[in-house]
T-cell receptor, first 114, second 111 residues
Framework: AQSVTQPDIHITVSEGASLELRCNYS??????LFWYVQSPGQGLQLLLK??????LVQGIKGFEAEFKRSQSSFNLRKPSVHWSDAAEYFC????????????FGAGTILRVKS | DAGVTQSPTHLIKTRGQQVTLRCSPK?????VSWYQQALGQGPQFIFQ???????QRGNFPDRFSGHQFPNYSSELNVNALLLGDSALYLC??????????FGPGTRLTVT
């Protein structure tokens, strides 16, 4: 069965510091991978996606993620965090067997300290 | 261009009642998926509709049912509500194999 693991429940970083959020997936086929961000009480906003090709993908708000097949990972990075990045981040794998359902990780809550 | 819209925003129901949640997809999208997000958890896939038919279903009981209309909008119905059904219900729209765009959600509280 497909699964996504986000090992860190909470992460706190200082404003201006770099950020890396970890994501590991389990999926038998070539994965479609996504990162979403959710502000409190809101829906999910798509940050970036990986379907194929270049393993380093760029997204919105200065985020990027790198797909590493050998490690089954898709970690999210940002070189300099802003206070407005405080939110919950979800990694997801797209199961494209018949349709395109998403399997999500449990999320990582990012706190930014000034 | 309007994104995905959902109604109502909030809803309070009593155990045993039935509820209907509504979703309008992003313009140009024909596939609608529903997810349940319990407090402190990631979203869980309920089902997906395409061409007015349920195409995929997650591990949810038959109390959860849905419908898609010819204009691609969708409804999620939950019968015989339980306290454990309290959650944020998210609707997402997409093309059949494209990335999903989410609405703001409906917060359901069952008392």
């Amino acid at each position: 069965a497909q699964s996504v693991t986000q090992p860190d429940i909470h992460i706190t970083v200082s404003e201006g510091a770099s950020l890396e959020l970890r994501c590991n997936y389990s999926y038998g086929a070539t994965p479609y991978l996504f990162w979403y961000v959710q502000s409190p009480g809101q829906g999910l906003q798509l940050l970036l996606k990986y379907f194929s090709g270049d393993t380093l993908v760029q997204g919105i708000k200065g985020f990027e993620a790198e797909f590493k097949r050998s490690q089954s990972s898709f970690n999210l990075r940002k070189p300099s965090v802003h206070w407005s990045d405080a939110a919950e981040y979800f990694c997801a794998v797209g199961v494209m067997e018949y349709g395109n359902k998403l399997v999500f990780g449990a999320g990582t809550i990012l706190r930014v300290k000034s | 261009d309007a994104g995905v819209t959902q109604s109502p925003t909030h809803l309070i129901k009593t155990r045993g009642q039935q509820v209907t949640l509504r979703c309008s997809p992003k313009s140009g999208h024909d596939t609608v998926s529903w997810y349940q997000q319990a407090l402190g958890q990631g979203p869980q896939f309920i089902f997906q509709y395409y061409e007015e038919e349920e195409r995929q279903r997650g591990n949810f009981p038959d109390r959860f049912s849905g419908h898609q209309f010819p204009n691609y909008s969708s409804e999620l119905n939950v019968n015989a509500l339980l306290l454990g059904d309290s959650a944020l219900y998210l609707c997402a729209s997409s093309l059949p194999r494209g990335e999903q765009y989410f609405g703001p959600g409906t917060r359901l509280t069952v008392t």
